[in-house]
């Protein structure tokens, strides 16, 4: 009997370990971290102004220098793909949640934490570059912290004309007397109020990643690392771009873009055409699990 | 059954607390106030006007609408520094648009393009003028939040004017209670707007044969030129047929614009932007997207000079050899017969 008293009591023990150790199986969720990298090429972006020594100075396929002074982005439409198949929608509808700025000024915007991710093994990232139409309308009441985050001064993304968010900001220079350029995307688009017909651009993005390594949610968070590769945006999958300065139709550096004709050649390097390429300037950089 | 003579005294003062208490909850009953009559105030549709944009049918023109649309309107609270309100640009004497080249926001900022004025737009299908709003609900956010107009938001807007007991009174009276939102906000607006309409003109008037009211000799000659030489494209009672065009005015300097261009991406709308209304065109100097023309005999004189040729310049130019010729008199006849599109009682509030 008194063996048996020991037996319990120790059964009963190392259960209670068991159940109290945080390395049991019974995680329901976990965060997964993204984390964008914005190079041209394999060489991280150092911003400058017109004159600085240290920012880092591109190539395009055209034969244009170029360096940059403010690189920011919006990603949203965040969505987990599983191995089997099953898609993990993150606060898609929700742009406060679920929606973010990437500023190469500052870092702390580089990574992004998604919360509560369900456990699984996932193969696939699929997210937007710039607001879906649907979202697009400036709702300050709705998304307030986007609109914030958004309209604040030092990120100017609003597109105010459009009454939308600027989806894309690219401040720089090219060739070698350091001419402004001044790329801005967003989308135009618009229907009628009898749907009778739709005019504009949708400059948004669906952007699709496959994972080289599965990205597993249990234990631990995993890290997707994406490369935003701005090589492209001159010398992209959809175009090779010459910029040029002037007021005419077909001049697209300055100081902003004013074309949506011009705009959405940028556009579709960025972010892929939405059909045959949609991957445009992303690509994985490893995933750590 | 319930008192009697031999009913306890507590027993009754606790009955009388009940049905005090059910009584004072039945006269707290909202659903015993009676509803404020909020009537629908009927366009005039003036004759031979195109037909309503549709987005007037879910916001059709109230009393109580239309009054707060005006007080909204007038409100400077809706700038940043509580200097500028929607009137400070679209000024009822000038027909509702305003007498500079661009338009001036706080701060002397100066804007894109000349402030288009607010006639008729019940009527229009496109707002600005790249068409980029198809609805005028729509339209009110943009200057909210343009740096170089208002530059503030539409919360910003709301948390100066809530605690207004003039404001909560009328947005009860308009939409049932007071709860101010984005959306009642542009809907109110909208409706006063809808109610701007002219079409009581000395043209108007010789149109619908009123009594006494005649062309001069000028004005008619005027008319005769305006139908060979205009009408293509200012036509219909509204004198314009609302399409984009690019007819070669001199070019907007600043790289943000490019016309209906910047809204669709169609290289064919580069610099075009929408047929002007000419009703009241007498009170809306400057003349052309950013005011390039001080006079009407400016504009007609550059018709006649020739315009810049652009690949989608509009054929009306495009084939007659970059211009519309016009001699000296018929400049004159037709700026007399441009004149009695002007209503007095528009511009004057009547």
Not at chain 2, 249 to 277: C, H, I, K, Q, W
């Amino acid at each position: 009997m008194k063996y048996l008293k020991i037996y319990f009591l120790a059964i009963t023990a190392l259960l209670a370990f068991t159940s109290c150790s945080s390395d049991d199986d019974d995680a329901v969720a976990n965060d997964v971290t993204l984390t964008f990298s914005n190079t041209f090429g394999d060489t991280p972006i150092v911003l400058g102004d017109a004159t600085s020594a240290e920012a880092t100075v591109n190539t395009s396929d055209a034969g244009q220098v170029h360096h940059f002074s403010e690189v920011k982005y919006v990603i949203s439409n965040i969505r987990l793909v599983k191995a089997d198949g099953t898609e993990i929608p993150y606060n898609i509808n929700d742009l406060d949640n679920g929606a973010t700025v990437i500023n190469q000024a500052n870092p702390e915007t580089l990574s992004y934490v998604l919360n509560d991710i369900p456990v699984g093994d996932y193969a696939q990232l699929k997210f937007g570059l710039g607001v879906r139409s649907d979202l697009n309308t400036l709702d300050q009441v709705s998304f307030p912290s986007f609109y914030a985050l958004a309209g604040a001064n030092d990120t100017e993304m609003m597109w105010e004309w459009g009454t939308g968010y600027r989806f894309t900001k690219i401040e720089g220079f090219y060739d070698t007397d350091n001419k402004e350029m001044s790329i801005h995307t967003g989308s135009t688009i618009t229907d009628a109020p009898d749907g009778g017909f739709t005019q504009g651009v949708d400059a948004y993005r669906d952007i699709t990643l496959d994972l080289p390594d599965v990205a597993v949610v249990g234990n631990h968070a995993p890290t997707i690392n994406i490369k935003a590769d701005f090589d492209m945006l001159l010398s992209g999958n959809a175009h090779t771009i010459t910029l040029s300065t002037g007021t005419s139709m077909s001049d697209n550096a300055t100081p902003n873009i004013h074309t949506a004709d011009q705009m959405v050649k940028f556009v579709d390097n960025l972010g892929g055409d939405g059909t045959n390429d949609l991957q445009g300037m992303f690509s994985i950089l490893s995933v750590e699990n | 059954m319930f008192f009697t003579e031999n009913t306890p005294f507590m027993k009754t003062i606790i009955w009388c607390l009940l049905l005090s208490l059910a009584l004072l909850s039945c006269s707290e009953d909202e659903s015993f106030e009676p509803i404020i009559d909020n009537p629908e105030i009927a366009l005039e549709i003036p004759a031979d006007f195109p037909s309503l944009n549709s987005s007037v049918e879910a916001n059709l023109p109230t009393q109580y609408g239309v009054q707060l649309g005006e007080k909204l309107f007038n409100d400077k609270r809706f700038s940043a520094d509580n200097t500028i309100s929607c009137a400070s640009c679209h000024i009822q004497s000038n027909a509702f648009a305003d007498n500079n080249a661009q338009a001036i926001g706080i701060e002397g900022r100066v804007g894109l393009r000349n402030t288009p004025p607010i006639q008729n737009l019940a009527f229009m299908n496109f707002y600005n003028w790249d068409g980029s709003k198809l609805r005028l609900e729509d339209q009110p956010l943009v200057p909210i939040i343009t740096h170089e107009e208002m530059d503030s938001s539409i919360l910003e807007v709301i948390d100066k004017i809530e605690s207004d007991p003039e404001y909560q009174d009328l947005f009860e009276k308009t939409f049932g209670d007071e709860n101010i939102t984005p959306e009642r906000i542009y809907k109110s607006i909208a409706q006063y707007e809808y109610t701007l309409i002219s079409a009581n003109s000395k043209y108007d008037k010789v149109m619908r044969n009123e009594e006494g009211v005649n062309f001069t000799e000028s004005e008619a000659q005027g008319y005769a030129i305006f139908q060979e030489k205009c009408i293509s494209c200012h036509s219909g009672a509204l004198f314009t047929d609302q399409s984009f065009r690019n007819i070669g005015f001199p070019l907007n300097p600043d790289s943000n614009e490019a016309g209906r261009g910047r809204v669709t991406g169609e290289p064919e709308d580069y610099m075009s932007f929408r047929v002007p209304s000419l009703r009241n065109i007498e009170y809306t100097a400057p003349y052309g997207s950013f005011g390039q023309f001080e006079t009407l005999k400016e504009v007609l004189d550059y018709f006649d000079n020739g315009v810049l040729y652009a690949d989608n310049l509009d054929p009306v130019f495009k084939d007659n050899d970059n211009r519309i010729p016009l001699t000296e008199e018929d400049k004159t006849y037709l700026i007399a017969f441009l004149k009695t599109l002007s209503d007095v009682s528009f511009v004057n509030g009547n």
